[in-house]
């Protein structure tokens, strides 16, 4: 009985790490060329979006057609209702990690009433200095920053926090960029027809 629930708890695993691969990183930008020309329509149908998927506008420059968001910690395990893990690498990261993602909306206007929509999602990761625990009791205190770093320094807890950037998660660029085309009240152009060779 016990070899069999191993084996099947083994076998689980397996399964649950076959989908969680780290996805191929992307140098492409996620990007769209809709048709319409709302503009207005359009920046109020990206803010929806982005509010709708947990992530608030900081900036927001209509000229330059910029919309930059404040930093989300990603969402655990148990915040089904928040959406953002697109795929089964991202839940695990942001169950294994502290991370927060940072979303850069680039609106720009193309040929007639077109427009390119660019979506970047930056990941950063949390990094703090060890800390010593040489106590039971220390370790209550472990990030208080009365407690020196492991080389013995009383340094505040604001100067050895910091986010190292991790890259670009383009699973949820994509997810984004799909929430906004059926958002807003436009479609995605039609790709350029090629001239056939003479």
């Known amino acids: 009985m016990i070899r069999t629930v191993s084996l099947l ?3 689980a695993a397996a399964l649950a790490m076959a989908g969680c691969h780290r996805p ?6 996620t ?3 809709v048709v319409g020309d709302d503009f207005e329509a359009l ?12 992530f608030r506008p900081d900036r927001q420059d209509r000229r330059a057609g910029i919309i930059t968001t404040h930093p989300v910690t990603a969402a655990q395990y148990f915040e089904f209702w928040r959406q953002q893990n697109p795929d089964g690498y991202q839940a695990l990261e942001n169950n294994l990690h502290t991370v927060r993602r ?4 680039s609106l720009n206007r193309g040929s ?5 929509v660019d979506v970047r999602v930056d990941i950063e990761r949390h990094s703090a200095i060890e800390r010593q625990v040489t106590t039971a009791s220390g370790a209550a205190q472990i990030f208080a920053s009365r407690m020196p ?7 505040p807890a604001d100067q050895t926090v910091r986010w190292v950037p991790v890259g670009r998660d383009a699973a949820m660029e994509r997810v984004l960029l799909g929430r906004i085309l059926s ?6 152009a039609p790709p350029p027809e090629t001239q056939p060779a003479g």
Do not use: M
């Open 31 to 33: 990007r769209v060329q």
């Open 24 to 29: 191929i990183a992307s140098e492409e930008p």
């Open 183 to 188: 958002a807003a009240p436009v479609a995605a």
């Open 43 to 54: 920046w109020d149908g990206i803010l929806r979006v982005l509010r709708r998927s947990d």
């Open 112 to 116: 007639g009433p077109t427009y390119h």
């Open 149 to 155: 770093t492991v080389e013995g320094e009383a340094t």
């Open 102 to 105: 940072r979303v850069t909306v």
């Open 9 to 11: 708890a083994c076998l």
